[in-house]
């Protein structure tokens, strides 16, 4: 986790998952401009790291649009994006589609 998503829970959380997905030692998050699959990353992981993220915080990122733009910065933003426009009273068994 960087030191910029220390204030951001859903930075911290985008993060904390992507961390996880590509087996990066805690502390050595990447930083916001870091590109999934420059990184190591491949399909099948951009696929569970986005499932982390619909379980942590409920909401849902196509899979397309992540491989279009597989940048740390971005998904944070889509996720933000995402949170914004989900409902009141809005649970996780009806994550919010983007």
Known sequence: ??????DDPIGRVV????????SIPPG???PGDADFFLAGGN??????????????LGVRI???????????GT????????LRAVPVGNDSDHA???
Request: proline share 2%.
């Open 96 to 98: 919010h589609d983007v």
């Open 43 to 56: 399909s099948l992981q951009a696929a569970r790291l986005l499932a982390g993220i619909e379980a942590r």
């Open 15 to 22: 993060a904390e998952e992507w961390a996880a997905t590509l």
């Open 75 to 82: 998904l944070r933003e889509e996720c933000a994006h995402a």
């Open 1 to 6: 986790m960087t030191d910029r998503t220390a």
């Open 62 to 72: 196509a899979l397309r649009s992540f491989m279009a733009d597989a940048r740390l």
């Open 28 to 30: 050595g998050g990447p």
